[in-house]
């Protein structure tokens, strides 16, 4: 079968699958130069959106509302803009088998095309209990939320609920996401997670017991420091009971498990160079294959201002990654160069009427300012880490966008600081003389 020729080819039509193909309208694209494939049946979306808005009782965000790129302020692009681009969008089709050599690729529906430029943006999936070969995780009512498949499952589940308990595994983003959209939904929440504290991977114990707090408030009942080991199923296979290592249980017939994504290399694993997990590419998102980019949840890239390489699981750095990598490919044709990708980190996330923004590398020591120790209150308060002297990250609860900014500006910054009493008397003023 004849190869279908086309010069760039994006897999994915995630969030980077999206904003990739706006910048390549924005820099100059011919009708039927680009094709973009997606598993999933919708065009390019918020992803974020889903663990927040989708799931809420009243007035839930649903498509055509949030697709690409709502979610930065730009156009909403919704499948006939791709047609008007003339922008090929392959929706329900899955790259299935990558040829680098002859720079071709295969979809599960046997069709064969070949690429001039390819950028890789296949994301991540959720880890399943399965794979951990918890007893019991095949059951019914266990879900995981990666895309809007996913999220119909669980406002299907919050439909059938019936006053039972519900138990969220996992205190990470969807955890805490998660266990307040199905307390708004009215359900009694237990959330499990191994760690001491919620949010582990950037949150202090001191951080996190306000949070901690404001969800017990809101009725939700923290079990710290233990795992699942099983779930008991009904006759009719339906989870049951939520049996735990320290020895306890819940009675529960709704699950929702989040303990941590896995990038998706295939069908390019082992066709381009790895680094700690991801596909290694170089600051404007080139792999080993001069042929082919990758960029948002599965390229580890490297971080300019810490020194080193990571890879990121967050929106802002899909956007800008995509963004990045066809500025390069444009530049890169008229033999000049990008200024190299120089990412400032950016963590967020909203619940219940909170909201928090994190800006930097959470390393050295935490200060925090604007709470009188643990004493839990609703009014603004943040933190800032400290290294050799210097603020490297800021995170602040409730800020306005202008705060925000300022914050982030610490974060770029780095200012010296010769004794953390000026941060916790300052406060967000300290950001603002910055
Ligand atoms: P994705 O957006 O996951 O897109 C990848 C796409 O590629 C998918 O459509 C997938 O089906 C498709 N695909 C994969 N393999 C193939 C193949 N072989 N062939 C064809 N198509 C393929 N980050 C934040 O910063 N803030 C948030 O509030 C936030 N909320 C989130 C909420 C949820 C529920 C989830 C799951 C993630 C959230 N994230 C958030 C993380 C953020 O959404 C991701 O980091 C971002 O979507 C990554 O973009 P991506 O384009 O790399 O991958
Ligand atoms: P995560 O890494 O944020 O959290 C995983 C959590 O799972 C850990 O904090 C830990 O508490 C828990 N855990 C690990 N093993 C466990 C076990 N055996 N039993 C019970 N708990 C266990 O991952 P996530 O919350 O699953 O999120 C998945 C992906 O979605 C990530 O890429 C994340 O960045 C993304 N996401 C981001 C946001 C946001 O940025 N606001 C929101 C939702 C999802
Ligand atoms: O970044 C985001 C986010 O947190 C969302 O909920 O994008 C989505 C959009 O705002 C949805 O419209």
């Not at 609920?161 to 359900?187: F, H, P, Q, R, W």
Request: proline share 4%.
């Amino acid at each position: 079968m004849a190869a279908i020729l086309r010069k760039y080819i994006v897999v994915g039509g995630g969030v980077a699958g999206g904003y990739a193909a706006r910048e390549f309208v924005k820099l100059g694209l011919q009708p039927g130069e680009l094709t973009i494939f997606s598993k999933e049946a919708a065009a390019p979306y918020e992803r974020p959106a889903l663990s927040k808005a989708y799931l809420f009782p009243d007035a839930p965000a649903r498509l055509p509302g949030f697709h690409v790129c709502v979610g930065s302020g730009g156009e909403k692009q919704l499948p006939d803009w791709y047609a008007e681009k003339g922008i090929e969008l392959k929706l329900e089709t899955e790259i299935v088998k990558a040829d680098v050599e002859n720079k071709t690729l295969t979809t599960n529906k046997g069709d064969i095309y070949e690429y001039g430029t390819l950028i890789l943006a296949t994301g991540s999936t959720f880890l399943n209990l399965a794979d951990f070969k918890t007893p019991g995780a095949d059951a019914k009512g266990i879900y995981y939320l990666r895309d809007i498949g996913d999220a119909d499952k669980i406002v299907e589940a919050i439909k059938a609920s019936k006053g039972d308990e519900a138990v969220v595994v996992g205190g990470g983003y969807i955890g805490l996401e998660l266990a307040a959209c199905l307390t708004m939904n009215k359900i009694k929440v237990n959330m499990v997670f191994p760690e001491p504290c919620l949010m582990p991977r950037l949150f202090t114990p001191e951080l996190a017991s306000f949070y901690e707090r404001y969800y017990e408030g809101k009725g939700v009942n923290i079990i710290k420091g233990t795992t699942v080991t099983a779930f008991e199923k009904d006759d009719n296979g339906h989870v049951s009971k939520v049996l735990l290592k320290n020895g306890s249980s819940v009675n529960s017939t709704f699950v929702v498990v989040g303990v941590g994504a896995r990038p998706l290399l295939a069908p390019l694993k082992g066709l381009i160079e790895e680094e700690k997990g991801g596909f290694k590419v170089d600051a404007s998102f080139k792999t080993s294959n001069p042929n082919v980019y990758a960029v948002g949840d599965i390229a580890t890239f490297p971080m300019k201002m810490y020194g080193d390489s990571r890879r990121v699981e967050h929106v802002d750095h899909a956007r800008k990654s995509a963004m990045q990598a066809v500025q390069a490919i444009k530049a890169a044709e008229k033999g000049e160069v990008v200024d190299e990708y120089d990412y400032l980190p950016f963590f967020y996330s909203r619940s219940f009427n909170l909201s928090w923004q994190f800006y930097g590398d959470n390393v050295g020591e935490t200060v925090l300012w604007g709470r009188n120790g643990a004493a839990a209150s609703e009014s603004k308060f943040g933190a800032y880490w400290v290294k050799d002297n210097k603020v490297m990250g800021a995170f602040l609860e409730g800020g306005s966008p202008d705060e925000n900014k300022l914050i982030a500006k610490v974060a770029r910054e780095q200012p010296t600081v010769n004794s953390t009493d000026e941060l916790v008397s300052g406060g967000l003023g300290f950001a603002s003389k910055i």
